[in-house]
C-alpha cells in the first residue's frame, strides 16, 4: 500500500479520514490472528496522502509517474490562488471559474502514462454551451483519449445525499486520441424503486457509443441521454427551420424581457402598482378577466424592466418559463398585466403573437427542449429566457398567420390540441415517422422521467402496440436493406416480464402473417429462467440488463422486457437499425 497508493487534499480531515479508511481496507486482506498479533497500521500522512492544494508547486506528490488517478474534485465556480496561476501559466479553457475543469488538466499532466477516472458536474462539463465551455470541450477532446462517459444526471436526486447537482463520470488517457474507437456514452436510468439508492441497472437503452466525429456537435451528449439517433437527426431538421423566435421578434420591433424581480428589493418603482399581476402557480390558459387577477402591491424590486416595460402592455404574449406536465403554458392576454421573472413577455403585433403562442404550447417545442435544453431533464424544471428565444421556429406567413388566428380561441378554451399540434407539424413541414419519434418521446420517455413507477411507459404493450411494432421494424429493414421481401411475426407473452418476437423470413410467398399466442406454463418457466440470467452483475452495486436477439436462417428472435417502451414505434426504428448493422457486420466478415 506504501509503494502504491498516494493522495492529496487541502483538507487535513479528509487526509486523515481517507488514511484511516485505507488501514480499515487492508484488514480485509489479514487473517484476524495476523490483525490482533502482527499489524501495525503504516504511517500514510506527509508519506503517501499530503495535505496540499492540487495545484501546488513542486509538491512530494508530484514527483510521482502514476498509472492511475481517481478524483471527485470541488463543484465549485471558484478557483484557488495556485489554480489561478496554473491556468494562467498553462493557457488551458475552462468555463465559469470550474475549479473541476482545471483539476481534469492538471490530472492529465500528473498521468502521462496512465488512466484518469474523476467524477465532474455534467452541467458544466456536457450540457454547457457557452463560448467558454465549448472551447473547454474542444480542447479537451483533442488533447486527451476519452474512452467513457457515464452520465449520472438522472441520478442527481438519489447519488448523494445532501447534493442535487448533476454528475458525470469520465475515464481517460493522455494519450493522443488518433484512435478511432467510440465513446462509450452510458446514461442511466433511475427505477423509482428503494434499490436506487444501492444500485444502478444499465438498460440497453441507456448505451451509446458515440462516433468521435459526432463529439463537436453540442446536442449529442442530451439527445443521446434521453433519445436515439434518429432523433438527432430530427433535432437538426428542426434546427434548420426559417428563423428563431428571437429574430422574429427583433425584426418586426416587438419588446421582449423576463418580468420584474423582487430579488435584494433595493430599487423603489411604483408605476406597476394595482395592475393585475400573474402568479407562476395559478397561471393557466384563457384567463380572460383581469378582474380575477390580485392587484400589484410591490413597490421595492432589484430588477424594474424599466426599459422594456411594454411587454406589460396588451397584447402580449405570456410565456411562463415552468413547465406543466409534458407542455409548456402560454397566452396572448389583451389587457394590461405585471408578471415576474418567472414569465416571459412579449409585446407586439397580436396575430403574430398568437401563431407563437400555438407554437410554444405544441409538442414540437416540448421535444426540442427535451432533446436539445441544458438545464430540462438535467438539473432545473424551467427554461431559461434565451432556450425559449433560440427556438427554431418557422417564418410564418399570412395563410400561417390566419389559421393560428382561427385556432387561438380553441386553444384557450382547452379543445382540440391534436389539431394545433398537426398545425405545427405542418409548418415545420414534418413526416409522420417523424411526428411518431415525438409522440414517443412525449408520451414514453418523458412520462417515464415524470410519472416514475406509475409511467404507462411500465405497462404491458397492447396488441395494437405490438402490430405497430412489427410493421415499422419491416417496413425500415425494407428500405435499409433493400429489396421486397416477405415476412411473418409471432408474438409470445405471458405472464413474465419478457415478451418474444419471431420474425420469420421463410414465406417468400404468400401471405403474411401476424399472430400473438399466450405463453404456456413451460414457456413462462423459460422465460422466467432467462430474465434471471439477462440481469448481469459487474460489481456490488452495477447491474446491467441484456436484451437478446438470436439469428437463425430464416428468422430473427427478439427478447426484450414485456413494456411498452421496449415495443413502441421508436423502439422498432432502433432495433431494426441494430438488425441492419449486424447483417452488414457479418457480411464484411464472410467477404474479409
Known sequence: MQSCIYGVDSNLEAIRVASFSLSLSMCDFLEPRTIWDKLQFPRLLHYNLFQNDF????????????????????????????AQEYIIKTGHHISDKQIAQAFAWKAGELCENGTICLLLPSKSFLFNRSNTARQ????????YDVSVILNYSAFRWVLFEHAVSPAVGIVYSAAKPDNHEPIFYCTPKPLYTIEDRRSFLVEPSNICRIPRNYVPDDLIWKVAMWGNPRDLELVHTIQASGTTFRVLFEQNGFTFAEGFKRGNRRKQYNEYLGMPMLNARSFSVGMRDPDSLPKMVIDRMECTVERNSQIFKAPHLIIKQSHKGSRFLADVLEYDAVFNHSFLGVH?????????????????FAYYQMMTNRRWLVE????????ILDMPIPLPNDSSLQEAEELFPLY??????????QFIYRQYGLYDHEIALIDDAINYVYDFFSKKGSSKALLPPDDTTMRSYYDTLEEVLK??????????????????PLSIAIIDFSHHSGKSEFLINTCEEEIDAYLMELDKQLVEARS??????????????NSICIVKPNQVRYWNYSSACRDADEIYADVMRAWEGKNE
Open 540 to 553: 456490488g452495486s452495477v447491474f446491467v440488463r441484456r436484451n437478446v436477439r438470436i439469428y437463425d436462417k
Open 412 to 421: 384557450e378554451k382547452g379543445k382540440s390540441q391534436d389539431t394545433i399540434d
Open 479 to 496: 428500405n435499409t436493406i433493400g429489396g421486397e421481401f416477405k415476412s411473418s411475426c409471432y408474438i409470445y407473452r405471458g405472464n413474465t
Open 380 to 387: 432545473r424544471d424551467e427554461l431559461e429566457a434565451g432556450d
Open 136 to 143: 473547454f470541450r474542444k480542447e479537451f477532446f483533442c488533447k
Open 348 to 364: 407586439g403585433d397580436e396575430q403574430m403573437l398568437k401563431y407563437s403562442c400555438l407554437l410554444i404550447s405544441s409538442k414540437v
Open 55 to 82: 495545484f501546488d508547486h513542486d509538491c512530494s506528490f508530484e514527483r510521482n509517474d502514476y498509472a492511475l488517478v481517481i478524483g471527485n474534485p470541488p463543484w465549485e465556480s471558484k478557483l484557488t490562488p495556485a
